[in-house]
């Protein structure tokens, strides 16, 4: 069986890749898809085949496919371009007649309001549509994606949100790698949806570990939606990111990333990444 992985080059293929090799399936036996090859030159030393892929380039992804058993959709991170993108990769999958094509989705996808989630769901319903046997992943949120807080909690000694208690239910990095390549390893998981979180913690908890990794106490202000809008534009954030961060901390409150599923651990046979140790190794890195 030979498994491409779309965005082999991004963090988390090359740690699906990592995972792969680790559970003992043959650099041979997997090929990376790319956008720039000249960029994973050591992925190629390895033993790996590396092959050019652009979601925006449909010959690129039909070439990729080419003697493909299995397939790993990483999402695109082309925001608002990201379903026809995922598009040209389903209908690449289909005409090849994969095994396998898994995907990684969003928690809660079906119903959460996070600006993020629509893309995800036409994706999943896209991939019903082919016909195509598919693992969807729908991953929470990754620890590693609070190293933008570092910078001004380490300023300020205050990490601000609107997140009115609510709770996020994130893994690190590593630990969805890893899941994804259980995922792919037979045919177990074909035909399944998993929701895939690790421990929640709330925004005071996230404060408290931040501070831990800097060396230094840092504090949770939590502050109304309107007050956290105007914070985020008086530290010059543009109208775009300001957005997606106050429509975030709006679905945190209202528990579009708080989880009680294990399913993760499951897969991976380990207790995920406890916070603190995923943000020393990401502010490490």
Not at 140 to 146: G, H, L, Q, S, V
Not at 158 to 172: E, F, Y
Not at 197 to 214: K, N, P, R
Request: charged share 15%; glycine share 10%; no cysteine.
């Amino acid at each position: 069986m030979t498994t491409l992985i779309t965005a082999a080059n991004g963090q988390l293929g090359r740690l699906v890749i990592d995972a792969l090799l680790a559970k003992g399936v043959a650099a041979d036996q997997i090929v990376a898809g790319v956008r720039t090859p000249s960029k994973a030159a050591d992925l190629a030393d390895r033993g790996i085949s590396v092959v050019p892929l652009d979601y925006d380039d449909a010959a690129t992804v039909t070439a990729a496919f080419a003697g493909v058993d299995r397939v790993l959709l990483i999402s695109g991170s082309e925001v608002g371009k990201r379903v026809p993108q995922h598009q040209t990769v389903i209908d690449a999958a289909a005409a090849a007649g994969v095994a396998q094509l898994a995907y990684t989705s969003l928690a809660n996808v079906e119903s959460s309001s996070l600006p993020l989630a629509a893309e995800h769901l036409a994706t999943e319903q896209a991939i019903a549509a082919s016909g195509v046997p598919a693992t969807l992943l729908r991953n929470d949120w990754y620890i590693e994606n609070y190293l933008g807080n570092f910078g001004a909690a380490e300023a300020t000694g205050t990490l601000i949100s609107a997140t009115q208690g609510g709770l996020v239910s994130a893994a690190a990095r590593r630990d969805y790698a890893e899941a994804a390549a259980v995922a792919l390893i037979g045919d177990a998981h074909i035909g399944k949806t998993y929701e895939l979180a690790g421990e929640s913690f709330t925004y005071d908890e996230l404060a408290a570990a931040i501070g831990e990794v800097l060396g230094k106490p840092v504090a949770h202000q939590e502050l109304p939606a309107a007050e956290y809008q105007a914070a985020l534009e008086g530290a010059g954030l543009d109208a775009g990111t300001v957005g997606f961060l106050t429509a975030l901390d709006a679905g945190i409150a209202q528990g579009d990333l708080e989880s009680a599923d294990r399913t993760l651990a499951d897969l991976i046979g380990r207790p995920t990444t406890p916070l603190v140790e995923a943000l020393h190794a990401a502010y490490a890195g």
